[in-house]
């Protein structure tokens, strides 16, 4: 069995700071892309970062340059810091790992989502 626990959120006042994590845990054989999505009241979840398991990443065009995706791969942790945040930075954030647990075959799991609010 595998979960998924995100921390980081919270409230932040414009041009703050925050860093979120994504541990994941259980029976885990790898881990390999790790992403954070977003998803604000209205609109669609969109993808924010992505990061492969050799360490290659991406980035909306809207927090690159501000935010920056890292991992650690003997952990199984996953991180998002986000700095000079804005007020249009506020949703909540979910990772995404794919994950191949123990005797079993690669798929996709969710952290359960963090709160991060951008206002003054």
């Known amino acids: 069995q595998v979960q998924l626990v995100e921390s980081g959120g919270g409230l932040v006042q414009p041009r703050g700071s925050l860093r979120l994590s994504c541990a994941s845990s259980g029976s885990i054989f790898r881990t390999n892309d790790m992403a954070w999505y977003r998803q604000a009241p209205g609109k669609q979840r969109e993808l924010v970062a992505r990061?492969?398991?050799?360490?290659?990443?991406t980035y909306a065009d809207s927090v690159k340059g501000r935010f920056t995706i890292s991992r650690d791969n003997a952990k199984n942790t996953v991180y998002l810091q986000m700095n000079s945040l804005k007020p249009e930075d506020t949703a909540v954030y979910y990772c995404?790992?794919?994950?191949?647990?123990?005797?079993?075959?690669?798929?996709?799991?969710w952290g359960q989502g963090t709160q991060v609010t951008v206002s003054s």
């Open positions: 995404k790992v794919d994950i191949e647990p123990i005797g079993q075959f690669t798929r996709s799991y």
């Open positions: 990061i492969t398991r050799g360490g290659s990443t």
